[in-house]
């Protein structure tokens, strides 16, 4: 007869990491439906081809570094960096992107700094920096909504396109992104951009069709279906709900700022909630607590850091849409900001007040 | 004042974090308390508190009566414990103790004999009579200490007596599963509150709260109406949340203070007592029994009948399975105290003790033994619980690490151990088991500062008096080779031999010895500088004799029995120099000598006891005499007079080889100054070397 | 690499370089502007202001010793290669170059040193927190340092075009 | 003549750089070297002289000035990671004479074979040794660093390294009784 001896406590809320990142992936999927619906296959297709890639990395990093191969290859994470790397990628990019970039994310951000819970950088948006930086001409063909080109996409046009680059009927990429119009199609914040360099205002920007009655065509209804991922997270607990909030509000306020101080040329706050990847940041990417801020006052700085850097890039950077860079600086004063703000112990007075 | 009116008005304060753990209590808080039939065997271990462990007041054969003292109240940090019941003390040996480690410690073992005779004893229906001290060694007489887990021995805390402005009863019991104290409360409310009585007589706190969770209905009920004719006392009805029950939480939810951190609650002029020690002060100090029983909780879902008892302390935990209808699985789990705080047992003839107030016995689907521990993941949930606001992901970083600088910025030892975090943690990390080990290590690293700070200031301490000694020791040189020089001239004229240099080299070595030894007066002197009163002297005894148990607790695993007797010689031993130490104030050397010449002796009649105990009673005499004697006289005399006693006993010729081996390192030094003698010499040195050789050849035979 | 694996000497060495380059720009503007132009000396600027730098840099170096003990000796060696810093030599040049007057100069000094250290500061707080890691062991110290520098590299990539003139 | 007034312009630079300089040295002069000291402190402070030197505070010294940080065999490997530390040089195993483990032990006489010969009385670096001349030895516990300086001077071999008893008092919570799996 054995004693069974462990260490106090006894109990267990029993609840598992794997369990939280199942539910996160599950969360974005109103979002990917919405890319679906607007954009066709393309995000899809990228999506699977990244978790296979994550998986094989995964599967040879760990049986290299002679790891519990079962429990860590599908506790959710590495999965959950490929559907978010899957997302970010412009559908039709070709295929060695996601694998590429999925490959970069998990062996060199993740693994290398001895895998889950060890990393700095959010794989995901390193990968994507890295992938951005690598390759400006594949990385930025983004494709107009499905209703507004002038060609049907369908399933196996873009698994042929991702891989050869052609269409089953021959059409280039290059064609397919030209617009019913004529014109090449870009993001709604590149067309923004693009015209404000060229000296156009704002309101005469939003003329241009991409933007559809409100803000851009499908790009709304995908920031929506993030959203609503989102708030199911904060409902169910998995994520913090200051993370995105702060993020948010500190986004309105710059844009608010910038709009009174000048409306020409800036685009309005719900524009900027509303385009190019904020929600999926706000509630996906901001809120992996690995590579975060720890104490509740960090994350708050941290996202409103984040919210500003998307701002400042998004107006004056070089790059038009600006989560990724943001994360991964906001990462990076991860650790500075965690150090700044811990919070008071109980029995210790404050020294500050 | 605010505080009081808020909590009149049943507004509390929020204390960070907690969970809500399932509570389990219904298993238990349906049934009464049952009182079990007496064991085939008690097991008392002599220590069941926080502090040091009395001193044995009975030997192995011994009748005991119920509610006799075992052991005695030595120290100011110790508890005494006392018989459960009436029987026969079996044995005195160590056995496992219920301690997370598992470790054996010296147990008493009696076995009943099941007349259950109680001790005289002599109730006092009013305690009012009494004036508050003579309350308080009740209390301490009676060996209570706190009995919701720490186990700090009661007198000590409220002893402690500035100005009290709350007394808080800790009734909240916010572990799941326990329930001892609701129905402890429900049972004897009238009691428990007499014990609140006595404590505020006793500390005349201004005001007296009584902290309880929300999901004991029937204890607040019960509370409520024996406390309604006493308006200083208010029942605190508390959200239930775990750990409310933590001293510091406590404290923090009734007043919204909060304990700094190092710090006692006694300096926010607070002191905290657990509801089941009001009842043990108040059926000590009005029934006069002592602490010898306690409310546990059985429980657990491998128990047919689970169910609270009166158990008495000593009684193995089998038994008490036994009696609640333990199904035994092939692995057995059984935990002492609560499931967040409790620690598994490592065999189940641990004894009951002060401080158990739970053995739970789950199944295998209550308490999940798997350990499916992932990686960190900064997700926060246990800061999001942590009670003390700490960043437990941090800690349990910086633990892993074992960086204990970090660890300590990071205020690891305000962790309070409760379990919080680990309980929510998604990645299942043991985190407390993290922190405790840091906090051993931490704790032994300091524990080596402090000795490596001692050794080095006693290293200089003597490096010092080395000096001194030098110098002190070339002077005498100086001299004696003078006196010498003389001397040799006059031998040289009538010839010298070998046989006379020996003797010569003899007398000198003595001579010497005693100015060692007289340096060595002044070494004590020195270590101990400014004050040569009695406590510096007192001081050498006492470490002598720390030494000396210290050295028995090496033996002891051998050795029990002797240990024991041991204990009582070093006893009469003391007790015959504390007599010493009051006729003679005045000669601080000689006194000095004498005494630790005693000490040293009594440790030979130690251990030539040891080898036989019948020739003790006359070596305590001739240890004695020596002291006596010696007290009076020069110190060289003194010498010469212990040379030639020790002479006379056994040891001789072992001594003999000592000082030739001594006149060797003497004869050594001055080889170079006579030309002459240093073949002689040699030659002596030859012969004792040889002979030396040969004794310690024999004696290892 | 060397200060900056913790954060505590990271803000020592920020702090000393801030020190030197904001004063290394003031005295090499001086001298360049009242001493080599006048005299037409103007091909001797690298080396004036080498020696300027190292002046400076053994000025701190006494200041540091003096001030904090510890600080310095935590410092050690790299405190006297705060001298090989091109940055410093970069910034004194390039004031010179872009022909920034006495308080562009300055000013221009201590942005670039404070630029330098946030980045010191970051990377030194991401070290600390990467010493607890489990990085596979032939990446473990300096080369996960280089390999998470790359990766910030890359993040800083974000501010390119953010300045427009 | 452009080379002259370069000449004497960098003459007169360094000069008074140089003057400067000079000016700051006598300025801020550091007076001691706090280094030794610190040193000391984190040495176990055994004194057991194993490290060729009369006690802690000499090695530290000659630490200080140079000596390998990797002999103090007491203090074992966590010492000399925090000399590197402070002394900002890399980390050496211990040195190969000293290899020994180094569990924590306390000298024990063995009283009956203890002649009274105070050799150990002498020998102890802490005087933690208690006895008088051909009266039985004691160590006292508390106080022993377990240097084993007293071993070899002992004419009888009457005392013993005896590694110190685990007690509950001196307990710690151990990872390998209790199957926690580390991760690392």
Not at chain 2, 203 to 223: S, T
Not at chain 2, 587 to 598: E, Q
Not at chain 2, 623 to 632: C, F, H, I, M, Y
Not at chain 3, 84 to 111: D, M, P
């Amino acid at each position: 007869m054995a004693f069974w001896i462990a260490s106090s406590p006894h109990n267990h809320i029993q609840s598992e990491t794997s369990a939280l990142m199942r539910l996160v992936i599950y969360a974005t999927l109103p979002g990917i439906f919405a890319q679906w619906y607007f954009f066709g296959w393309g995000n899809i297709i990228h999506i699977a081809l990244a978790s296979c890639t994550v998986l094989f990395a995964e599967f040879s990093v760990l049986s290299l570094r002679h790891k519990k191969i079962s429990s860590e290859l599908f506790d959710g994470s590495a999965i959950l960096t490929a559907v978010l790397l899957g997302i970010s990628i412009p559908a039709l990019a070709p295929w060695w992107i996601s694998v590429f970039g999925a490959l970069f994310a998990i062996v060199i951000v993740k693994q290398l700094y001895g895998g889950l819970g060890h990393n700095p950088f959010n794989p995901a948006m390193a990968a994507y920096v890295m992938l951005l930086i690598s390759f400006p001409v594949q990385m930025t063909l983004w494709q107009p909504p499905l209703n507004l080109m002038s060609f049907d996409l369908n399933f196996q046009n873009t698994l042929s396109t991702i891989f050869t680059g052609y269409t089953i009927d021959g059409f280039s990429t290059e064609q397919l992104r030209v617009h019913v119009d004529g014109f090449t199609m870009a993001t709604p914040l590149d067309t923004l951009k693009t015209d404000l360099t060229l000296g156009l205002t704002t309101s005469e920007s939003f003329k241009s069709p991409i933007f559809g009655q409100h803000f851009g065509i499908g790009w709304e209804w995908v920031n929506i279906g993030f959203l609503l991922g989102g708030i199911f997270l904060i409902i169910k607990k998995a994520i913090d709900w200051v993370t995105p909030v702060s993020f948010l509000i500190s986004l309105f306020f710059c844009s608010l700022l910038a709009f009174f101080i000048s409306p020409d040329s800036s685009a309005s706050t719900m524009f900027h909630w509303f385009s190019g990847a904020t929600m999926l940041g706000a509630f996906f990417i901001l809120t992996d607590p690995v590579s975060g801020a720890t104490s509740t006052k960090g994350r708050i700085i941290f996202a409103a850091l984040a919210g500003l850097l998307v701002y400042l890039i998004r107006k004056f950077g070089g790059y038009p849409d600006a989560i990724a860079f943001a994360v991964l600086l906001c990462n990076m004063s991860a650790p500075l900001i965690d150090q700044y703000t811990r919070p008071r112990a109980y029995g210790h007075q404050s020294e500050k007040k | 004042m605010s505080i009081i009116e808020r909590i009149k008005k049943g507004h509390f304060w929020k204390f960070h974090g907690g969970i809500h753990p399932p509570e389990q209590k219904f298993l238990t808080n349906d049934k009464p308390i049952r009182t079990l039939d007496l064991p085939d065997e008690l097991i008392l271990p002599l220590q069941q508190h926080i502090g040091q462990r009395g001193e044995l007041l009975v030997k192995e054969g011994d009748k005991v009566l119920k509610g006799q003292q075992l052991t005695l109240l030595s120290s100011p940090m110790s508890v005494p414990i006392h018989a459960p019941t009436s029987g026969i003390i079996k044995a005195i040996k160590s056995s496992t103790i219920a301690h997370p480690s598992g470790l054996s410690d010296l147990c008493l073992f009696i076995t009943p004999d099941n007349v259950d005779k109680w001790q005289e004893r002599q109730s006092c229906e009013d305690f009012y009579q009494k004036s508050p001290q003579e309350i308080i060694n009740k209390i301490a007489n009676a060996g209570i200490a706190g009995m919701g887990g720490a186990g700090f021995p009661t007198h000590i805390k409220i002893s402690s007596k500035p100005s009290i402005n709350y007394l808080i009863i800790n009734a909240a019991e916010c572990e799941p599963y326990i329930t001892a104290d609701d129905l402890l409360i429900r049972e004897q409310s009238t009691t428990a509150i007499d014990g609140i009585k006595i404590l505020d007589y006793v500390l005349q706190p201004e005001h007296i709260l009584i902290g309880i969770e929300d999901n004991k209905p029937d204890a607040i009920k019960a509370l409520k109406k024996a406390t309604k004719d006493i308006k200083k006392i208010t029942v605190c009805v508390l959200p239930t949340k775990y750990p409310t029950g933590g001293e510091k939480q406590l404290i923090t939810a009734l007043t919204g203070l909060e304990v700094p951190s190092g710090q006692l609650p006694i300096n926010l002029g607070i002191i905290m007592q657990n509801i089941a020690t009001c009842f043990a002060i108040a059926d000590a100090v009005i029934n006069d029994t002592p602490l010898i029983r306690r409310v546990v909780t059985v429980t657990g879902q491998a128990l047919a009948k689970p169910q609270n008892v009166w158990a008495l302390l000593g009684t193995p935990v089998n038994y008490l399975l036994e009696q609640c209808g333990y199904q035994a699985t092939k692995d057995k789990n059984l935990i002492m105290g609560g499931p967040m705080m409790g620690f598994n047992l490592a065999n189940d003839q641990v004894p009951i003790i002060k401080t158990t107030n739970c053995i739970l016995a789950p199944s295998k689907q209550e308490v999940s033994s798997e350990n499916n521990e992932v990686d960190c993941i900064r997700c926060g949930q246990c800061a999001d619980v942590c009670p003390s606001q700490l960043l437990p992901q941090e800690l349990q970083w910086s633990a892993k690490a074992k960086d204990h600088v970090q660890l300590q910025k990071l205020n690891l030892f305000d962790c309070i151990d409760c379990g919080a975090c680990a309980y929510v943690c998604p990645s299942q990390i043991p985190l407390v088991q993290y922190y405790r080990i840091a906090k051993a290590e931490i704790r032994q690293q300091q524990m080596l500062d402090v000795q490596a700070e001692k050794a080095k200031i006693r290293f200089e301490a003597r490096k010092k008096r080395l000096e001194q000694e030098k110098i002190a020791r070339e002077a005498k040189h100086k001299k004696a080779a003078e006196a010498r020089k003389a001397s040799m001239n006059k031998k040289n004229e009538g010839g010298s031999s070998a046989t006379s240099a020996v003797a010569a080299a003899l007398a000198r070595v003595k001579a010497k010895k005693a100015s060692a030894q007289a340096a060595k007066n002044n070494e004590n002197s020195i270590t101990e500088q400014p004050t040569q009163d009695i406590d510096t002297k007192s001081k050498v005894a006492g470490a002598i004799s720390r030494a000396k148990a210290k050295k028995m607790a090496l033996n002891k695993e051998a050795k029990e029995n002797n240990t024991v007797v041991e204990a009582k010689v070093v006893n009469t031993a003391k007790s015959n120099k504390t007599d010493k130490d009051k006729d003679k104030d005045n000669d601080n050397d000689n006194d000095k000598k004498a005494r630790i010449a005693a000490a040293v002796a009594k440790a030979k009649q130690k251990s030539a006891q040891r080898a036989s105990s019948i020739e003790q009673k006359p070596e305590i005499q001739s240890v004695v005499e020596e002291n006596t004697s010696s007290r009076d006289e020069n110190k060289k005399a003194k010498i010469s007079a212990a040379v030639a006693k020790a002479k006379e006993k056994a040891k001789a010729k072992k001594l003999a080889t000592a000082e030739i081996k001594d006149s060797q390192t003497s004869a050594d030094s001055e080889i170079n100054r006579q030309e002459k003698k240093k073949i002689a010499i040699a030659k002596a040195i030859a012969k004792a070397k040889a002979k030396a050789k040969k004794q310690q050849k024999e004696e290892t035979k | 690499m060397g200060v900056s694996s913790r954060t505590e000497t990271a803000i020592g060495m920020s702090f000393a370089t801030t020190f030197v380059m904001t004063l290394a720009s003031l005295l090499s503007y001086l001298i360049s502007n009242y001493i080599l132009i006048p005299l037409s000396l103007e091909y001797l600027t690298t080396m004036t202001f080498i020696l300027v730098i190292a002046v400076v840099v053994q000025f701190t170096e006494m200041v540091v010793h003096k001030t904090s003990a510890n600080l310095y000796r935590l410092l050690g060696i790299f405190l006297p290669l705060i001298t090989t810093n091109c940055a410093v030599l970069g910034v004194a040049l390039l004031n010179i170059k872009q022909q920034h007057n006495f308080f562009e100069s300055i000013i221009y000094g201590f942005g670039a040193a404070a630029g330098f250290s946030l980045v010191l500061i970051m990377f030194s707080a991401m070290r600390e927190k990467l010493a607890n890691a489990d990085v596979p062991k032939p990446f473990q110290g300096p080369a996960i340092a280089m390999i998470t520098a790359g990766l910030m590299s890359l993040a800083f990539m974000g501010f390119s075009g953010l300045v427009k003139f | 003549m452009t080379t002259l007034i370069a000449i004497v312009v960098l003459g007169i630079m360094a000069s008074l750089f140089g003057a400067l300089l000079g000016f700051a040295s006598i300025k801020y002069k550091v007076e001691g070297d706090p280094l030794a000291e610190q040193i000391d402190n984190l040495l176990p402070q055994t004194q057991c002289g194993q490290c060729g030197y009369p006690g802690c505070k000499p090695y530290a010294n000659a630490v200080a000035n140079g000596e390998a940080i990797n002999k103090c065999a007491p203090g074992g490997d966590d010492t000399i990671k925090k000399i590197a530390d402070l002394m900002g040089v890399e980390v050496q195993p211990l040195d190969e004479n000293h290899d020994q483990d180094n569990s924590p032990k306390v000298a024990f006489i063995i009283e009956e074979d203890c002649i009274g010969c105070t050799k150990c009385i002498q020998a102890c670096p802490v005087d933690a040794i208690l006895g008088a001349a051909k009266q039985m030895h004691t160590i006292i516990i508390d106080e022993c660093t377990g240097c084993d300086l007293c071993v070899a001077p002992c004419p009888v071999d009457c005392i013993e390294m005896r590694p110190i008893v685990q007690t509950t008092q001196n307990w710690q919570w151990d990872l390998n009784t209790i199957p926690v799996t580390q991760l690392d």
